[in-house]
């Protein structure tokens, strides 16, 4: 089986990766990527030199290469991670989120409809989406998987499009595909401009924790590998033209999970309680900043049995334990373009 991810030198793309590596030595993994800032190939370092690992450094915005690539590796199934991730990013920037969020996914889309049009037995589209495509919830309720798109970013939209074409082109051309939408994932690789890494580093080096608006913002957060382990599980007994709801069971507002996160960091550098919590800064907020996000994740509980592994506490020591060790990673990731984003994102 020849299995295509993309963005696997991303953050949640390398840990779906080493486990699909390191679990299925009778598969072959390719990993596609454009390595643009958010991808680092020192995430994968460990096994890159598997005999069933190729890496393929390629742009999902251009349709021959990736016509190409299918023609020549001959695919069978895709598990398409690639994207720009970042919310503030997609703010300042919105065109290229839907490059490669939207125009990425047609050339892929494309190109497997192309390369697998007279036999699509054994072929799927897995397609990682977000809940943000849901928009926002109130105090209260879940996204279900019937929940209405209401997207309200540059990201979300993007994302929420590409999600809609994929679910067209299972409708009409009879693609087989997979969607899933996540909640927040959090863990070790993440590019430290997200809200847990991007503190924690801040916290290291004693600069200002920047919270948007009131702070009261909820999210849903789960361990990147459980996020990897639930598409493992999909990729093999997902249903057909199916979309899942992926979440943590696990909400936290933001201005709480930071001062947990300050508590933690004090002790860990041997710091005076209090100290980090500090640094917490009230800064101007997000525009169109969604207020909750909560997932139903019943149908992929009940229907699969998936549910989180890691508990919140577990999976912020692992986190906070592993940037703490990787202090060289997060200094390369973070030189040179990354500071001029921050010097703009923060002024
Ligand atoms: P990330 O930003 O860490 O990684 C994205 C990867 O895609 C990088 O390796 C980057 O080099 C690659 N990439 C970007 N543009 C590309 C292009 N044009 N061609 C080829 N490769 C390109 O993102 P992530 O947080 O790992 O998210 C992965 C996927 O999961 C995304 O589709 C995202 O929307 C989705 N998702 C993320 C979260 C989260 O909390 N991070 C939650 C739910 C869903
Ligand atoms: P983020 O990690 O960017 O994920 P998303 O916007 O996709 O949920 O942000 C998580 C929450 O943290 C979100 O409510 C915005 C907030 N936030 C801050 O308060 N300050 C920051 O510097 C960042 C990056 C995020």
Same mark, same amino acid.
């Given at each position: ?74 695919? #069978? ?10 919310? #503030? ?28 049009? &007279? ?20 105090? %209260? ?51 430290? /401009? ?48 199916? %979309?899942? &709801? ?67 506490? /577990?999976?912020? /020591? ?9 202090? %060289? ?18 002024k």
């Open positions: 089986m020849n299995i295509l991810v993309t963005g696997g030198a991303g953050f949640i793309g390398s840990h779906v990766v080493r486990l699909l590596v390191n679990k299925y030595p009778d598969y072959q993994i390719f990993n596609l990527d454009a390595l643009t800032y958010a991808g680092n190939l020192e995430n994968l370092k460990d096994i890159e030199s598997k005999s069933n690992y190729t890496f393929l450094k390629a742009n999902i915005n251009s349709a021959k290469v990736i016509n190409d690539l299918f023609e020549n590796y001959k695919f #069978d199934k895709v598990i398409h991670l690639a994207a720009e991730s970042h919310v #503030d990013r997609s703010i300042s920037d919105p065109l290229v989120f839907v490059k490669t969020n939207v125009i990425g996914t047609m050339n892929l889309l494309d190109a497997a409809l192309a390369n697998w049009k &007279n036999n699509f037995v054994g072929k799927l589209f897995y397609h990682i989406s977000t809940d943000e495509v849901y928009g926002t919830l109130g105090e %209260t309720g879940l996204f279900t998987e019937t929940t209405s798109y209401d997207p309200n970013s540059p990201y979300s939209a993007s994302k929420a499009s590409s999600d809609h074409f994929v679910r067209a082109y299972g409708e009409t051309y009879g693609l087989p595909y997979i969607i899933s939408n996540c909640s927040n994932n959090y863990g070790p690789n993440q590019f430290p /401009e997200k809200l847990i890494p991007l503190f924690i580093n801040n916290i290291v080096n004693n600069k200002s924790l920047p919270v948007y608006g009131d702070g009261n913002y909820t999210r849903d957060w789960l361990f990147v590998k459980d996020h990897a382990e639930a598409i493992d599980l999909l990729l093999h007994k997902g249903g057909i033209k199916e %979309t899942y &709801n992926i979440g943590g069971f696990n909400e936290w507002k933001n201005i709480e999970l930071v001062q947990s996160l300050c508590k933690i960091m004090d002790k860990k550098l041997n710091r005076i309680e209090g100290k980090s919590a500090d640094l917490i800064t009230y800064v101007k907020d997000r525009p169109g900043h969604d207020k909750r996000y909560a997932i139903d994740a019943g149908k992929i509980n009940g229907e699969l049995g998936w549910k989180p592994s890691v508990t919140f506490e /577990e999976g912020l /020591e692992k986190t906070i334990d592993w940037y703490l060790e990787h202090q %060289t990673w997060l200094g390369n990731v973070t030189k040179g373009k990354y500071r001029e984003y921050y010097n703009e994102q923060y």
